[in-house]
């Protein structure tokens, strides 16, 4: 198994900037990629980003975040980040950090099979 925990999460205020960890431990073997999904109360879990794990660099994002965002890993900490600029209020969310073995559609929250339990995001305007 995959334990995956977050970090890093708070209250910011409109283009502000906030950079949330996710460590992994355990089986990690197994993993593809690390991503970052979202989800806000009432709304359905979405897809924010994802790096592949180990090896060379692969990314993917939203375009919701594209240009905003940066996904990046620090292997030797066995952590990946997540570095969010310009935030907006609709930004927030609980962030969840996943594993996934799989090597496309990492847009698809089926394809991850651990999830972290989560930290909160709120953007102030």
């Known amino acids: 198994q995959v334990q995956l925990v977050e970090s890093g999460g708070g209250l910011v205020q409109a283009g502000d900037s906030l950079k949330v960890s996710c460590v992994a431990s355990?089986?990690?073997?197994?993993?593809?990629?690390l991503g970052w999904f979202r989800q806000a109360p009432g709304k359905e879990r979405e897809f924010v980003t994802a790096?592949?794990?180990?090896?060379?660099?692969?990314?993917d994002y939203a375009d919701s975040v594209k240009g905003r965002f940066t996904i990046s890993r620090d292997s030797a900490k066995n952590t990946v980040y997540l570095q969010m600029n310009s935030l907006k209020p609709e930004d927030t969310a609980v962030y969840y950090c996943a594993s996934t073995p799989y090597g496309s559609r990492w847009y698809d929250p089926h394809k991850y099979d651990y999830w972290g339990q989560g930290t909160q995001v709120t953007v102030s305007s």
């Open positions: 355990g089986r990690t073997f197994s993993t593809y990629a």
């Open positions: 790096i592949k794990w180990s090896g060379s660099i692969s990314t």
